[in-house]
């Protein structure tokens, strides 16, 4: 009975020492990595919170046009809180380091969101060029492009959950080592001389399929439509009559920015993405050796696909850099936000000064209430005191003056009196 294709014995390593070697870099080359990929995933966090923020904020920045954006966006923070720090680590430490669920995960979001930012570019330029070519046919409003969101998505989890189904991760005990490795493990068929070809035609179709047809062909087809856009855009010609800017003049000067804003983030996704597509088909098309389709690698491949990798993700950073430095409406938001953050900061500090203004006003006064009650209570009770002094003295007196007015019409005299 034969094997399974595809199937491998399990063989007891775990008397025998690692025969490979472990991965060493330069202190200089660690740092400059750790640099490198830590600046861009802070800036397409930040970047890309940046966007989403603006548009949620601003009432005028709701359009069709930055909803994709935004679309955009979202996937692009997926990159960076997970694919670009995984790279990192990847590259860094000896095998595969952070277990089994981040095995499937990461090149799932790395396709997902690949394929998610291609879709997205498509529904920006189709939108375009139907607003500029047919604008009096209706268009995708606010409410559609919710839709058209979800089904971009929809098409690109699709696509991406292969691979939650072949990559695994595994361990190999050594006398001196535990290795540990992600691997992606596709259905195998044995070829016409009867050897297994170890999942190489499955692994080809699905990463040809990827690269090819929902990168290159859409790459292509968007290059082409902006093109077309660019000559419909500079024969249109408004001259107003008036003399003074019309209102189609604005309009046509605002597609025209808008249009190379987009074209812009097309090209710069061209190339960050085709390097990393171009070693990934040179990885798979390339001669194998033996019949596991597993042969070793040039020495040069790593260095190159470091730089690939690290190129594909830097996109994630470059984008928010592009809407800002391209289009005068993020420029202002951006500039609305920072400010009413600060002037929120501001104001809660001067609330908080004030409530201890007021605090510190109403114990002043209180406290001069209250002395001023003190000091008239005082004097009111000393009038009071001065008058009640003032009747029985007058009470005395009265009285002593009208003995005296007795004795002497009495005739008598007071023996004291006497001399």
């Known amino acids: 009975m034969t094997d399974k294709c595809g199937d491998h014995p399990f063989v007891d390593v775990s008397k025998n020492p690692f025969p490979g070697e472990l991965k060493t870099f330069p202190s200089w080359e660690l740092g400059v990595k750790i640099t490198i990929v830590a600046s861009m995933e802070l800036i397409a966090i930040v970047g ?18 930055n909803y994709y954006i935004v679309n955009m966006a979202v996937s692009d923070l997926f990159v960076a809180s997970f694919s670009i720090w995984m790279h990192l680590v990847d590259d860094v430490t000896e095998g595969w380091t952070v277990g089994g669920f981040m095995c499937k ?5 790395q396709i997902t969101a690949m394929c998610a930012s291609v879709f997205t570019l498509m529904a920006l330029a189709c939108d375009r060029f139907f607003a500029i070519m047919f604008p009096l046919k209706s268009r995708v409003t606010q409410r559609k492009v919710s839709v058209v ?5 929809l098409a690109a989890i699709s696509i991406g959950m292969p691979v939650l189904f072949v990559y695994t991760y595994n361990e190999r005990q050594w006398s001196d080592f535990t290795e540990k490795f992600c691997t992606d493990v596709w259905p195998s068929v044995r070829e016409a001389d ?9 692994r080809r179709a699905f990463w040809t399929c990827v690269v090819v047809v929902l990168n290159w062909i859409p790459m292509l087809v ?3 439509t902006y093109s077309i856009l660019f000559i419909r855009l500079r024969k249109q010609k408004i001259v107003p009559s008036s003399g003074s800017i019309s209102i189609s003049t604005v309009q046509q000067k605002s597609k025209k920015k808008v249009v190379k804003m987009l074209f812009a ?6 190339v960050c993405t085709i390097p990393f597509q171009v070693a990934k088909l040179y990885e798979l098309y390339r001669e194998v050796e033996d019949q596991t389709g597993n042969s070793k690698l040039p020495d040069w491949y790593n260095p190159v696909y470091f730089a690939a990798v690290t190129l594909l993700y830097s996109n994630s950073a470059i984008n928010p850099m592009v809407y800002g430095g391209m289009n005068e409406n993020f420029r202002k938001g951006l500039k609305d936000t920072i400010s009413g953050l ?11 000064g004030r409530s201890l203004n007021i605090s510190d006003t109403r114990q002043s006064v209180i406290s001069k209430y209250n002395g001023t009650m003190h000091r008239d209570s005082m004097q009111a009770f000393s009038n009071a005191e001065f008058k009640e002094e003032s009747v029985d003295s007058d009470k005395v007196n009265g009285f002593l003056q009208k003995e005296s007015d007795n004795n002497t019409s009495n005739g008598c005299i007071n023996p004291s009196m006497e001399t």
């Open 149 to 153: 969101a979800v089904f971009v998505w």
């Open 222 to 224: 968007m290059a082409i």
């Open 48 to 65: 890309n919170l940046l966007i989403i923020v603006i548009v949620w904020r601003n009432k005028k920045m709701r359009t069709v046009t």
């Open 265 to 270: 983030v097309l090209l710069a996704f061209i």
């Open 194 to 202: 009867g050897d297994c070809d170890s999942g190489r035609r499955s």
């Open 342 to 352: 600060f002037s929120k900061h501001e104001r809660s500090r001067s609330d908080s």
């Open 105 to 109: 995960f990461n090149p799932f979001v």
